[in-house]
Nanobody, 127 residues
């Protein structure tokens, strides 16, 4: 069982920044792929970013709408994954979730392919 706890959400003006954190339990955190997803009211949960361990370090992938603005990182010593969000836009408003893929043989972007989820943290960007 893996427990994920997100923090760092809040209200920010357009153009501002937030850093989300996701603390994970589990003795083999370093082997997990960790993803960030978001869900706006009335919309389906969508992929934001993923960081996956690889033999050369890590593989990282972003959805197009956040490339150049968001950065995902992972601190295995702290069992924590981060999402640094810069140049925020009103359309980034959503509940943000972190998720763990414990069988991280491939890089995954579909919510159904992740094994564990946090409770979510609200991000609201005002115009």
């Amino acid at each position: 069982q893996v427990e994920l706890v997100e923090s760092g959400g809040g209200l920010v003006q357009a153009g501002g920044s937030l850093r989300l954190s996701c603390a994970a339990s589990g003795r083999t955190f370093s082997s997990y792929s960790m993803g960030w997803f978001r869900q706006a009211p009335g919309k389906e949960r969508e992929f934001v970013a993923v960081i996956k361990p690889s033999w050369i370090g890590t593989d990282i992938y972003y959805t197009n709408s956040v490339k150049g603005r968001f950065a995902i990182s992972k601190d295995n010593a702290k069992n924590t994954v981060y999402l640094q969000m810069n140049s925020l836009k009103p359309e980034d408003t959503a509940v943000y979730y972190c998720a763990a893929d414990i069988d991280s043989g491939v890089l995954r972007t579909a919510p159904g392919e992740y094994d564990y989820w946090g409770q979510g943290t609200q991000v609201t960007v005002s115009s």
